[in-house]
């Protein structure tokens, strides 16, 4: 059972930023294609960021440019750097596995407001 665990949320002013940590539980970043996503307010969970296992990353538009996925196999542990935040990136961002998802975690609340 694939456990993760989501980090690093707060309140950011905009354009300030947070560095998100998504921990799994086992060895899982080099064999899965990993994503962030968030879910804001009465509004559906949608996809941010993902890595392949090969690296390559591909983003949302309206975090494309602002937003960087990064993970470390070593530590288990998956990044979202989020910089030049916006009002509307305010939303619980949780990590999973891509399309063929694993269990939930508890996600991590970011709310930008000045």
């Known amino acids: 059972q694939v456990q993760l665990v989501e980090s690093g949320g707060g309140l950011a002013q905009p354009g300030g930023s947070l560095r998100l940590s998504c921990l799994a539980n086992?060895?899982?970043?080099?064999?899965?294609?990993m994503a962030w996503y968030r879910q804001a307010p009465g509004e559906q969970r949608e996809l941010v960021a993902d890595?392949?296992?090969?690296?390559?990353?591909n983003y949302a538009d309206s975090v494309k440019g602002r937003f960087t996925i990064s993970r470390d196999n070593a530590k288990n542990t998956m990044y979202l750097q989020m910089n030049s935040l916006k009002p509307e990136d305010t939303a619980v961002y949780y990590c999973n596995r891509k399309l063929q998802y694993w269990d939930w975690g508890q996600g991590t609340q970011v709310t930008v407001s000045s």
């Open positions: 890595i392949t296992r090969g690296g390559i990353t």
């Open positions: 086992r060895s899982i970043f080099s064999i899965y294609t």
